[in-house]
């Protein structure tokens, strides 16, 4: 997926597996790319591909990257509900 505008901010998204991951909004594109090189090293343990000689996210604060796990882990247990409704 990447990184897209919508309504004026920024949203890092990905697709890991068939299930989308859409990681909040951000107030610029380089922002959420580096929060999309974070989620890559976290979900698929790929390196970064937008700033790829830099850490991913050297200045977020621990609050940020507990909202972001946060994040995830509801999407995860969203889409396990519904493909065992499904069933």
Same mark, same amino acid.
């Given at each position: 997926m990447g990184v @897209?505008?919508?309504? *004026?901010k920024w949203t890092p998204g990905l697709s890991?597996? *068939?299930?989308?991951?859409?990681?909040?909004?951000?107030?610029? !594109?380089?922002?959420?790319?580096?929060?999309?090189?974070w989620?890559?090293?976290?979900?698929? *343990?790929?390196? !970064?591909?937008? @700033?790829?000689?830099? !850490?991913p996210l050297p200045y977020l604060e621990p609050e940020l990257l507990k909202d972001l796990l946060e994040?995830?882990?509801r999407t995860n247990v969203r889409f396990d509900e519904r493909e065992r409704q499904q069933r």
């Open positions: @897209f505008s919508v309504n *004026g890991v597996a *068939g299930r989308q991951y859409y990681l909040g909004s951000r107030e610029t !594109p380089e922002e959420a790319a580096r929060i999309y090189d989620a890559l090293g976290v979900m698929v *343990g790929q390196p !970064p591909i937008n @700033f790829p000689d830099e !850490p994040r995830i882990r």
